[in-house]
């Protein structure tokens, strides 16, 4: 399994807003290129789908499988041989701080073969997605008046 873990000072309901927001990924995600949902006009919540395209990785489909609002969403993604699970957590923390952790594991008989020639390369990536989610919910801080 890969699971990274980050800490960041924006708060957890600004980390959701961007996080849950899946279909606006390619806009501040530099490891997605599209998300397709497969029912527009469906929310994004348990049962729904999306075409995930990332560089240098196959076109995947992904569907919501858990949701708590606010704190966590997991998907899944499955092949012939291979079943991906990403898990999406933040945890707020008493002083406003939030522990992001993100994490991709895999099971089926191709399992160990995803592994080898796609564990770095997905361990980089996850390691961006929660730079760029921290930065981008900092980002997307209100403006304070002087």
Same mark, same amino acid.
């Given at each position: 399994?890969?699971?990274?873990?980050?800490?960041?000072?924006?708060?957890?309901?600004?980390?959701?807003a961007?996080?849950? *927001?899946?279909? #606006?990924?390619?806009?501040?995600?530099?490891?997605?290129?599209a998300?397709?949902?497969?029912?527009? *006009? %469906?929310?994004?919540?348990? +049962?729904?789908s999306?075409?995930?395209?990332?560089?240098g990785?196959?076109?995947?489909?992904?569907?919501?499988?858990?949701? *708590?609002?606010? %704190?966590?969403?997991?998907?899944?993604? &499955? %092949?012939?041989?291979? #079943?991906?699970?990403?898990v999406?957590?933040?945890?707020?923390g008493?002083?406003?701080?939030?522990?992001?952790?993100?994490?991709?594991?895999?099971? +089926?008989?191709?399992?160990?073969?995803? #592994?080898?020639?796609?564990?770095?390369?997905?361990? +980089?990536y996850?390691?961006?997605?929660? &730079?760029?989610?921290?930065?981008? &919910?900092?980002?997307?801080?209100? &403006?304070?008046g002087?």
């Amino acid at each position: 399994m890969i699971d990274v873990t980050r800490q960041s000072t924006a708060p957890a309901d600004r980390l959701w807003a961007v996080l849950s *927001d899946v279909r #606006r990924w390619p806009q501040w995600l530099p490891t997605v290129d599209a998300v397709t949902p497969h029912e527009p *006009d %469906r929310p994004d919540e348990v +049962g729904a789908s999306y075409t995930l395209e990332q560089p240098g990785l196959p076109r995947a489909v992904w569907t919501m499988t858990a949701i *708590d609002p606010g %704190r966590s969403f997991t998907w899944e993604s &499955a %092949r012939p041989g291979i #079943r991906s699970v990403g898990v999406h957590t933040l945890t707020p923390g008493p002083d406003g701080s939030t522990t992001i952790r993100l994490g991709i594991q895999w099971s +089926g008989f191709l399992a160990p073969m995803v #592994r080898l020639f796609l564990g770095r390369k997905s361990l +980089g990536y996850v390691t961006r997605e929660a &730079a760029a989610l921290d930065e981008t &919910a900092k980002a997307a801080a209100p &403006a304070t008046g002087a």
